[in-house]
């Protein structure tokens, strides 16, 4: 097997997982990513392959959701964004 490291920087992405099954081989598990602007990326795995990805990208979504829960968000020029307190609703 080649081994190769690749990182793609992708937003909005879909994915779709496949098991597939050729008679004459054993399965395998197709990953397919695609933006809305219909790139695609095709990713064929080993069983094991898919368990190890599944596992690295739930400890992925976990850390994420954790550190969303505890941090503040800021604006991105490092100015705190303005809030007010009592809103007027008629404006």
Not at 57 to 68: F, G, I, M, V
Request: proline share 4%.
């Amino acid at each position: 097997m080649i081994g190769m490291k690749v990182r793609y920087e992708i937003g909005a992405v879909n994915l779709k997982i496949s098991n597939v099954t050729p008679r004459d081989a054993e399965s395998y598990v197709l990953l397919t990513a695609a933006d809305e602007a219909s790139n695609e990326i095709v990713f064929a795995l080993s069983h094991e392959q898919a368990e190890h990805l599944e596992t690295e990208l739930y400890e992925a979504n976990r850390r994420w959701k954790e550190h969303s829960a505890t941090t503040r968000f800021s604006l991105t020029d490092g100015r705190e964004p303005e809030v007010e307190e009592n809103p007027d609703p008629t404006h």
